[in-house]
């Protein structure tokens, strides 16, 4: 069956560095890959989306890696502030068209200190 | 611009008791509809999903059902709750033929006593 995983225990880093969170998917060939972020209560929200033909992507401070042989894919956070602090998702997702059916990461949990 | 409104933002009801959640779309039209479950500290379980009115597809077997009565409505029911139904029950929505970028709702917490 498919799986996703994602560091259970939390990420703690200090201010000003860069977090990096890694996903991993075993039994299935995603054609793209989310991220999103969720805050404690809120639903999650997207944050990026890599195509399986692209091995990197950016927005702003955050960065994300996509490799098809290793089945993984790194999420970036360089510049780390507190309000980066929240649980990060990823979604390895089949083609376009019709019904999209995502599965999510239990999700990491970053906490990020002044 | 779109917009996805659930209601009530959070319930208690006793065991065995009926329950009906509510979700709309507003701003898009024939989107594909989904509701998930995250339990406490875990992640999210979809539960149904739909990709037009009256059509639902379960994803896990339990005592929850879905209705899709118009294009941008979608309801979550029970006929009698169970205290393994206490969650955080999500409804979100994709464009149909899009990339399957999700958009959630604010969420709906029910504990079940």
């Known amino acids: 069956s498919q799986k996703i995983e994602q560091n259970s225990e939390a990420l703690n880093i200090q201010e000003g560095k860069t977090a990096t969170l890694t996903c991993n998917y075993t039994n299935y060939s995603p054609a793209y890959l989310q991220w999103y972020r969720q805050d404690p209560g809120r639903g999650p929200v997207f944050l990026l989306l890599i195509r399986e033909n692209e091995k990197e992507k950016r927005k702003e401070r955050l960065k994300v890696t996509f490799d098809t042989t290793l089945k993984q894919s790194l999420f970036h956070i360089t510049a780390s502030q507190p309000a980066d602090s929240a649980t990060y998702l990823c979604a390895p997702t089949g083609p376009s068209g019709g019904y999209n059916k995502l599965i999510f990461g239990a999700g990491t949990r970053l906490a990020v200190h002044p | 611009s779109q917009t996805i409104h659930q209601w009530p933002a959070t319930l208690v009801q006793p065991v065995g008791s009926p329950l009906s959640l509510e979700c709309t779309v507003e701003g898009t039209s024939n989107p594909n509809l989904y509701w998930y479950r995250q339990a406490a500290g875990r992640g999210l379980q979809l539960l149904f999903y739909?990709?037009?009115?009256?059509?639902i597809s379960s994803e896990v077997p339990q005592n929850l059902s879905a209705s899709r009565p118009q294009d941008r409505q979608f309801i979550l029911s029970s006929k009698k709750l169970l205290l393994s139904d206490s969650g955080f029950y999500l409804c979100?929505?994709?464009?149909?033929?899009?990339?399957?970028?999700?958009?959630f709702g604010p969420g709906t917490r029910l504990t079940v006593l």
């Open positions: 739909s990709v037009g009115i009256g059509q």
């Open positions: 979100a929505w994709t464009r149909g033929l899009g990339e399957g970028t999700q958009y």
